[in-house]
């Protein structure tokens, strides 16, 4: 009875992004790495269509290095806010945790590192997507690289 009073209450469109957010983290916990993968690979190359991308930008996707094209900043940007990343022109650092968190879950020390870089860079925001999904890479980046993380664990 209570859970269809809350659901009630909850709007449309956060009903739709809390089922993304647990879909998202049991597809990460029950699916394969190859399934993983190829999600990550459907994803870009879905944003390589709609930025107008070639195969060197999306290399630059996949393998978590900071953008130095518009196209690739875009790219970059496309791939956020598909993953729930980036919403309303800032970082959803919900989203980014439950994404990346999920890689963790049995690494208490890392939760926790991981837990502080985010919250360092979820203070970003901006108004071009292009070079809001730039800066918060940028910044999960320069935080991982300082904690000794490897960047494509983010």
């Known amino acids: 009875m209570h859970y269809h009073m809350i659901l009630a209450v909850i709007s449309k469109m956060e009903k739709f992004y809390l089922l993304i957010l647990l879909i998202g983290a049991l597809a990460t916990t029950c699916l394969s790495d190859t399934t993983i993968e190829e999600s990550f690979m459907t994803i870009v190359n879905d944003c390589k269509a709609k930025e107008n991308a070639n195969d060197d930008d999306a ?10 094209s518009l196209t690739q900043k875009c790219l970059f940007a496309c791939f956020y806010e598909t993953l729930g990343v980036i919403k309303e022109n800032q970082m959803s650092m919900v989203s980014l945790k439950t994404l990346v968190l999920s890689k963790f879950s049995q690494d208490g020390n890392a939760i ?6 985010i919250d360092e860079c979820g203070v970003i925001t901006g108004d071009d997507r292009c070079e809001l ?7 999960l980046n320069n935080g991982a690289s ?9």
């Open 59 to 68: 290399t630059v996707v996949i393998n978590h290095e900071v953008p130095n």
């Open 112 to 117: 926790t590192t991981i837990n502080e870089l």
């Open 133 to 139: 999904a730039h800066n918060i890479l940028e910044c």
């Open 146 to 154: 300082k904690r000794g993380i490897n960047k494509k664990q983010l």
